[in-house]
Every structure is written in structure tokens, then in C-alpha cells.
């Protein structure tokens, strides 16, 4: 009987293995957009807490907080946390221009320049992002910008309306 126990336990033991060798928390899913690979969720170089929220939809204006607001040159993981009640998205677009002076002359999706009705931003720029679809309330995303260039960013909702709620963030890369 010990015997048979034995090989049991040495059999499940080399089964776990096994199944750890093939597992992975990695997740593949990248795009690469204007020569920065963008992956979700593999957690790499510096970390970034960013939370979106808004306390009455469109109806007052929303926060974007950033913690920290500088890091180093690199690959960079932003941690996307809505606690607001509306869906949201976190674009990082880099631009001189100071984050909450950016042109508000774009519609559509995605947004391209109109001459009325504009209530978005451009995203030329934009080296990353959340992705679809929008982050619901509550949820939290993750994603990775490689290789990030050092340079002044704008972090920002770009949902229609929101970028002129306040929706945006000064960010450095030194």
C-alpha cells in the first residue's frame, strides 16, 4: 500500500508540474502603435496608479488622479481604477502642449476634426491606452507602454465630453 501511495503522490506531484510549465500570467494581446508596443496586462518597468471618476455622469466635472506624476524613462504599467459611475478609457498622449489646453476640435470615433459639434480631442500622439471596450464602473485595467521615451505626456478620457469635464492629467517622463 505504501508503495502505491507513493507513486500517487509522485504522479499528481509531476502532473502540477506540468501544469505549471505550460501555464503563464502573461497575456500576449499587444499592438503597436507609432513604434510603442502597448500590452495588456503583463505588469513590467514602473508602476502607475491612475484613477477616473465622476460623481454625476455628465453632469459635473470628473477627476483623473496619477500617483506618481514623473517616472523614468522606460517601460511604464498603468493600473486604470474607475470609481466613478459612467464608463471612462485612459489615453497617453504625448504633446508640449499643457494638459488642459488641448484643443477641444475632434468627434467621432475614432476622432477626427470637424468644425461643429466638436467634444473630443485629437489622439495624434497617443503611444497608449486602455482599449475597448471603455472601463465600466468599479473595473480596473492594467496595461503597458514599452519602451516609453522621456518627454511631457497628457493622460486623458477621451469619451466624448470628457477631456472638457476635466478628465485629464499632466504626466512626465524623465
Known sequence: ???????????????????????????????????VTVTTAAASGTKV????????????PMTMTVDPATVPAGDVTFSVKNTGTIDHEM?????????DQIPIDNAGDPPAPVTTG????????????????????GETRTFTVKDMKA?????????AKHYGLQM???FTVS
Open 1 to 35: 500500500m505504501p508503495r502505491i501511495r507513493t507513486m500517487v503522490m509522485a504522479m499528481t506531484l509531476t502532473a502540477g508540474l506540468l501544469l505549471v510549465g505550460c501555464s503563464s500570467d502573461k497575456k500576449t494581446d499587444s499592438s503597436s502603435s507609432g513604434g
Open 49 to 60: 496608479a491612475v484613477t477616473v471618476s465622476d460623481t454625476k455622469g455628465l453632469d459635473a
Open 91 to 99: 489615453i497617453v498622449v504625448k504633446t508640449d502642449t499643457p494638459f
Open 118 to 137: 466638436a467634444d473630443k480631442v485629437s489622439e495624434d500622439g497617443s503611444v497608449g491606452e486602455t482599449g475597448d471596450p471603455n472601463v465600466k464602473p
Open 151 to 159: 518627454g511631457k505626456y497628457v493622460l486623458l478620457c477621451n469619451i
Open 168 to 170: 485629464r492629467i499632466a
